[in-house]
């Protein structure tokens, strides 16, 4: 081969005229079909155009046949089968091109990549750490590591990944805008700022790094100094800042910006969000509204009258083993008359950017569309800020109101709501009858000889088990913790730490812990923090306890029913909104409203009873195993949704 053709159809490739490497290097493997490198170069400039296939195959097949020793080769080979979705194959010439060259860089890169898509997550990371073994300085391994990590509920070791990456590389926005997400979620909200903040010195038009600048404000860390309200202030500048920033650019950042930050922890204050949440529905409607007119994207024709056999769908992320499956989604595909209308399940979990998702629902003609959460998932907000069904619903998957003018009504529930509820929410506020959903038992027999002392309590003081997600433990109720391991002769609250949440845990650990110090009491002795437990292992505690005391302001749905079914009492207290309500409604529901405090007061003084008084408690006990088969498979909330949606939600 003469090295001038080699040196020419390197170049071309190098400037990007993939055509012309193509079309010569067809001729050429015509007229030398034994020189490998022809196949090589072939293969490279039809998979930079796009290639895909059978054809791709048999280029880089000759070529790994034509030289079985050139690592390259194979890697390149692995490509070809990977496109083709044959996994098995691919992975094998990666590993064949490992064993001919073990530092060979490339095949180590992909080879990670490979397992991870694969969910192979720790021999992804091997490979991605031997490869950064062998190369410290590789930005894309440690970027994808870094991703995986924070996947894995490890964002200790991301940031590490990240800030590895911006020291060798430190021009890159999008790296800068990753580290800052992680500073951020471990309350290092200064330094998160200023790494958006030069993201933004590098490239302006860097729309992740405004948006999380933005919602900077709503840090979970933000109570430290009391300055709650302060935060809410600024944030609704922030919106309106935002808003003409997105103005001025045309309105076309769509889902660059929309859904990379969610209000979500407005939820956790005890106020009214309508407001605020309204104008960020809007900002986010009108830009993906942009992005759609872009896009050429129709909207979905006006339904005039509901047909009599209604195509509804279901979005989300959450199917199968999660709270919103259990307490909403499975009932409407157990329950909801086939004959009445078409089920479709979109599951946001399967792969795909924006445009995808849109044709995917679009393909199956929806009458309606149903989002059982909004404000957990990015796609979510993304898809739910989009007119794709002539009727849309939300519901209280996220117990709040969505604020986008694309949703026409919000699911609820009559026992969940205040008088005063339809106030609350931008939506039509629809209240299904008792807890506005079929659900089924959710715990097993569990374990004959499940004890407190297999979670490290002493079984001759009482348990109060207080299973939120940290984010649920709001300063303004830290005294009730106090009060209660004043009150209760030998109290051991129980606390949990959530995989992924450690600095969140730490702050509220800590945060807790200096209130105990303040007041004069043992920490160690009052207060036990748990990891977070398998199902299994939870029930087994909920048995072995004297009883829940339930999240204040955040209420539990989920937990609050599983307690139940282990006979378990719950102390609530009923809060002003859907969210601090839930389990309110789940003990009105069952009968038993003497569980539910109407004031912090209440509540303690509730709480104390039950825990002192073994009678009263085993009452409480008796009542509710008596009650319990009320909860489960309420026909009502199904029917009655059935016949909102063939009214169309009027």
């Not at 195993?625 to 909330?637: K, N, V």
Request: charged letters at 25%; a neutral charge; one cysteine or more.
């Amino acid at each position: 081969m003469s090295e001038d053709i080699q040196t020419h159809l390197l170049t071309l490739y190098q400037r990007g005229d993939h055509p012309a490497v193509e079309a010569l290097a067809r001729r050429l493997t015509l007229a030398a079909p034994q020189e490998p490198f022809f196949w090589k170069i072939l293969g490279a400039a039809l998979h930079s155009l796009g290639g895909r296939g059978e054809e791709l195959l048999a280029v880089w097949l000759r070529a790994a046949q034509l030289r079985p020793g050139d690592p390259e080769a194979q890697a390149n080979l692995a490509i070809a089968w990977k496109d083709l979705g044959r996994m098995a194959e691919a992975e094998a010439c990666l590993r064949r091109a490992l064993t001919l060259q073990p530092d060979f860089l490339p095949a180590w890169y992909n080879l990670g990549n490979l397992l991870r898509d694969a969910g192979r997550f720790q021999e992804a990371e091997t490979a991605y750490r031997t490869l950064l073994d062998l190369c410290p300085d590789h930005v894309d391994a440690l970027c994808n590591l870094g991703l995986m990590l924070i996947a894995r509920q490890r964002p200790d070791e991301a940031e590490a990944c990240f800030a590895r990456a911006v020291a060798i590389a430190p021009q890159q926005p999008a790296l800068l805008v990753q580290l800052g997400k992680l500073l951020a979620g471990r309350n290092g909200i200064e330094e998160a700022a200023g790494l958006f903040q030069r993201a933004l010195a590098l490239d302006p038009e860097c729309v992740e790094a405004r948006w999380h600048l933005a919602f900077l404000a709503l840090s979970p860390f933000r109570h430290a100094e009391g300055a709650g309200q302060a935060a809410r202030g600024r944030f609704g500048r922030e919106l309106e800042d935002l808003a003409q920033w997105s103005a001025a650019r045309g309105w076309r950042d769509g889902p660059r910006g929309v859904g990379c930050e969610y209000p979500f922890h407005l939820a956790y204050d005890q106020e009214e969000n309508r407001e605020l949440l309204t104008r960020h529905g809007r900002l986010c409607a009108r830009l993906m509204e942009g992005w759609r007119e872009r896009e050429g994207i129709p909207s979905p024709p006006a339904l005039s009258a509901p047909p009599l056999r209604l195509r509804v769908g279901v979005v989300s992320r959450y199917w199968r083993d999660h709270s919103v499956w259990h307490a909403l989604i499975q009932g409407w595909f157990a329950r909801l008359d086939p004959a009445r209308c078409e089920l479709l399940a979109f599951d946001l979990a399967a792969s795909g950017d924006v445009r995808s998702q849109v044709e995917r629902i679009q393909t199956a003609r929806p009458d309606l569309l149903i989002y059982p959460e909004v404000g957990m998932d990015a796609m979510t907000v993304r898809l739910a800020a989009l007119r794709l069904a002539p009727l849309q619903l939300a519901s209280w998957g996220h117990p709040e109101t969505t604020g986008l003018p694309t949703m026409d009504g919000f699911l609820s529930a009559e026992l969940f709501e205040p008088a005063n509820g339809a106030d609350c929410y931008s939506e039509k506020l629809v209240k299904l009858p008792n807890l506005g959903s079929w659900f089924t038992r959710m715990t097993g027999p569990g374990r004959a000889d499940a004890r407190p002392e297999g979670f490290g309590l002493d079984p001759a003081r009482p348990v109060l088990v207080s299973p939120g997600t940290p984010y649920k433990y709001h300063p303004d109720h830290d005294a009730v913790f106090v009060q209660l391991a004043r009150r209760i002769d030998g109290c051991q609250l129980v606390l949990f730490d959530l995989p992924g949440y450690r600095h969140l845990c730490h702050y509220r650990n800590t945060r807790l812990q200096d209130r105990f110090r303040r007041e004069g009491l043992e920490w160690a002795r009052h207060v036990t923090i748990l990891p977070w437990l398998t199902e299994a292992s939870f029930h087994d505690l909920l048995r072995v306890a004297t009883l829940m005391v339930d999240t204040i302001g955040f209420s539990g749905f989920n937990t609050v029913v599983r307690a139940l079914e282990c006979h378990l009492p719950v102390v609530t207290l009923e809060g002003r909104f859907l969210r601090g309500r839930l389990g309110a409604g789940v003990l009105r529901r069952l009968g038993m409203p003497e569980l539910i405090a109407a004031d912090v007061e209440g509540y303690v003084a509730l709480a104390s009873r039950l825990a002192g008084d073994a009678s009263f408690r085993e009452s409480m006990r008796t009542r509710i195993a008596a009650r319990l088969p009320i909860l489960f498979e309420d026909p009502a909330p199904v029917t009655a949704l059935e016949e909102l949606m063939g009214r169309g939600i009027r």
